[in-house]
């Protein structure tokens, strides 16, 4: 059965050592500081990959054709010629097009945002009232029962002040 461990730290530079080794090891790894850390972090371990921007383009392209159906099946149901224009205009279909482009692609940005920050988030999250003051955290996921004697001093090894096993 794997269990997390939790490294408490004094020093950023441990801390993205330590997070970078473990990377290596294959581990998955978890980063809490009482600071922002995102540039240190992404030089260390590396950038995560972010899917937002396909789940945006996705609802802008849906948007698109949807104002775009949405217009032109408007016009084809309730048809109504004056004055020698025509039914099926460009001008209006495009406006509304660009609008529900917009619409949707805000939509799916701010659902997929709350996705991938898994929010709302009803489970139980590791918490110690040093990362709110003066210390850093390197959670270590997937840590094998037979193994956690050697992560735990790997991790003092980096200079972890406190090297915990969670439940």
């Not at 995102?38 to 802008?60: F, S």
């Not at 099926?88 to 529900?100: D, G, Q, R, V």
Request: glycine residues 12%; contains cysteine; charged residues 20%.
């Amino acid at each position: 059965m794997s269990r997390p461990m939790l490294g408490l730290f004094d020093y950023v530079d441990d801390l993205l050592e330590a997070a970078q080794e473990m990377k290596n090891a294959g581990y998955c790894i978890t980063v809490f500081s009482p600071i922002p850390l995102g540039h240190e972090i992404e030089h260390a371990i590396g950038e995560k990959k972010n899917p937002l921007k396909w789940l945006t383009l996705l609802g802008a392209v849906g948007g698109f054709f949807t104002g775009l159906v949405f217009t032109l099946g408007t016009s084809a149901m309730y048809p109504l010629s004056r004055g020698g224009k025509p039914i099926f205009a460009i001008t209006p279909t495009l406006l509304i097009a660009y609008e529900t482009t917009i619409l949707f692609g805000v939509l799916f940005t701010i659902g997929g945002f709350f996705l991938f920050s898994r929010l709302p988030f009803f489970g139980k999250r590791p918490n110690d009232e040093a990362f709110n003051i003066d210390s850093f955290g390197l959670m270590v996921e997937g840590v094998a029962s037979d193994s956690e004697a050697e992560i735990g001093h790997r991790l003092v090894e980096f200079g972890a002040k406190e090297v915990k096993t969670l439940e």
